[in-house]
């Protein structure tokens, strides 16, 4: 008989089990109270419990390791230092989406290099989050494929759902299940319905495919998320960042009945992906909130050791250390700078 399946695969390549990858690399009790405090934290900033303000900082992608963790000690460092007045969580974000091709991140293909050895950045991955958990330092990252969660979700604190799967019925399915607040990014065309509909979608309880723990294929029941909220980033028609841009926001969550609360993304199209022009944003941001704004909850801010970012794909060996092969970052120098004056204004709405 003619062969019927798999006509165009060429491996399948059987995973370790979420379960097996958890016992293998477990959650610590000082992971688990740092991934909790985490939560309830940006819980406590999205609902107005807590005047801090948010920020998700750190590197567009982790591709080093070395890189990523020396980030984290420093943005711990100074996460301690302002922790009065700013909820600081690190941007470690290990899937990246494609338009068309290029580098889906280090889950995908850890060794720069397209082997594809999931295997290993499924590992090394977690084994990084539950360092810089254990460290004292919340995770936040985006969820791409509807697989991951099982192996990761339960050391992050906030997650996204990024503008290119915002209108997934999939995605919002996962969302409707994750155990952390989960930021709902509008359209790459600028759209905020979307964003909306979604929100909305993932608070209710769904039931989906997806696998278990041992890996099984089983039908996932969720109770819904009641803590999905708005992230604005710009769209093609250019920025949404602005006073107007935010009252539309405001209007379009009200009337929809969800908590008028969101979060703005200071790089990819609000900032036309040049990192100088994060500042600009967070200047505004910060403008708005002395102005007596108060439903943005907090910021988005890509940042890496060096500034910019370096041509990729490359020979691993001859990548700079410290500087993104993704999107353009700020460097540490202004991320301090940038995180010291936000904490001064928050300080002095009190």
């Not at 995908?108 to 499924?122: A, K, R, S, V």
């Not at 803590?227 to 935010?246: A, C, E, K, Q, T």
Request: charged share 25%; aromatic share 6%.
């Amino acid at each position: 008989m003619e062969q019927l399946h798999d006509l165009r695969v060429s491996s399948i390549i059987r995973l370790s089990s979420p379960g097996d990858l958890k016992e293998q690399l477990p959650v610590d009790e000082a992971a688990a109270g740092t991934v909790a405090a985490g939560r309830r934290e940006v819980e406590g900033i999205l609902t107005g419990k807590d005047r801090r303000m948010l920020v998700i900082v750190g590197p567009c992608s982790i591709h080093d390791i070395g890189s990523a963790r020396e980030y984290a000690e420093r943005l711990l460092a100074l996460r301690r230092e302002l922790k009065e007045d700013l909820s600081i969580v690190m941007r470690v974000y290990f899937e990246k989406p494609r338009t068309t091709i290029g580098w889906k991140g280090f889950i995908n293909d850890p060794h720069l290099d397209d082997t594809f050895d999931i295997e290993h950045g499924l590992f090394h991955a977690r084994k990084l989050l539950l360092e810089i958990n254990a460290m004292g330092l919340p995770c936040a990252t985006e969820f791409l494929d509807p697989i991951t969660p099982q192996y990761v979700a339960d050391v992050i604190s906030w997650a996204a759902i990024g503008a290119r799967t915002i209108e997934s019925q999939t995605h919002r399915q996962m969302a409707s299940g994750l155990s952390m607040p989960v930021g709902f990014k509008n359209s790459t065309d600028g759209r905020l319905g979307v964003a909306v509909d979604a929100i909305r979608s993932a608070m209710h309880p769904h039931s989906f495919l997806g696998i278990d723990q041992e890996g099984r294929s089983s039908v996932i029941t969720t109770k819904g998320n009641p803590f999905g909220h708005m992230v604005l980033r710009g769209g093609s028609g250019g920025p949404n960042y602005d006073s107007r841009s935010i009252a539309s926001a405001e209007a379009l969550l009200k009337k929809a009945g969800l908590q008028q609360s969101l979060l703005v993304d200071c790089s990819h199209a609000n900032s036309g992906k040049k990192h100088a022009e994060q500042l600009n944003v967070w200047e505004n941001i910060l403008s708005q909130k002395q102005a007596g704004n108060r439903s943005i909850a907090g910021v988005m801010i890509e940042s890496n050791i060096c500034s910019g970012n370096q041509p990729f794909p490359e020979d691993p060996e001859k990548l700079h250390y410290g500087v993104s092969i993704t999107d353009e970052c700020i460097s540490w120098e202004e991320t301090e700078r940038m995180l010291r004056q936000g904490a001064e204004v928050v300080r002095n709405l009190s």
